[in-house]
């Protein structure tokens, strides 16, 4: 039974930063690509950052780019979110994915597993 359990998540203020966690069970975690998307009340899910098997590459959406950085431990099957300089409109509800192909993707319903998701707050 494949599961994926994000933590991480709280409040923060403008400014600071936080590192979600999202750990893997129940899969060859290397044969994976890993994402994670965000939700905020009202809205869609929207791609925030992805790698590809093993890690080999990563990407991000434009907006996000330079303030945030998706890495994995192989060894621990984790894959993290760095987030920096984070914003008041970062707050959402962060999810971690997991995709059995090599690419992985910028489309949530590509994805085959998917964890619970962790709450993240950023106040002005």
């Known amino acids: 039974q494949v599961q994926l359990v994000e933590s991480g998540g709280g409040l923060v203020q403008a400014g600071g930063s936080l590192r979600l966690s999202c750990a893997a069970s129940?899969?060859?975690?290397?044969?994976?690509?890993m994402g994670w998307f965000r939700q905020a009340p009202g809205k869609e899910r929207e791609f925030v950052a992805g790698d590809r098997w093993s890690g080999s590459s990563t990407y991000y959406a434009d907006s996000l780019k330079g303030r945030f950085t998706i890495s994995r431990d192989n060894a621990k099957n984790t894959v993290y979110l760095q987030m920096n300089s984070l914003k008041p409109e970062d707050t959402a509800v962060y999810y971690c994915?997991?995709?059995?192909?090599?690419?992985?993707?910028?489309?949530?319903?590509?994805?085959?597993?998917w964890g619970q998701g962790t709450q993240v707050t950023v106040s002005s």
């Open positions: 129940g899969l060859t975690f290397d044969n994976y690509a």
């Open positions: 994915a997991a995709d059995r192909t090599y690419s992985g993707s910028r489309r949530s319903y590509e994805y085959n597993y």
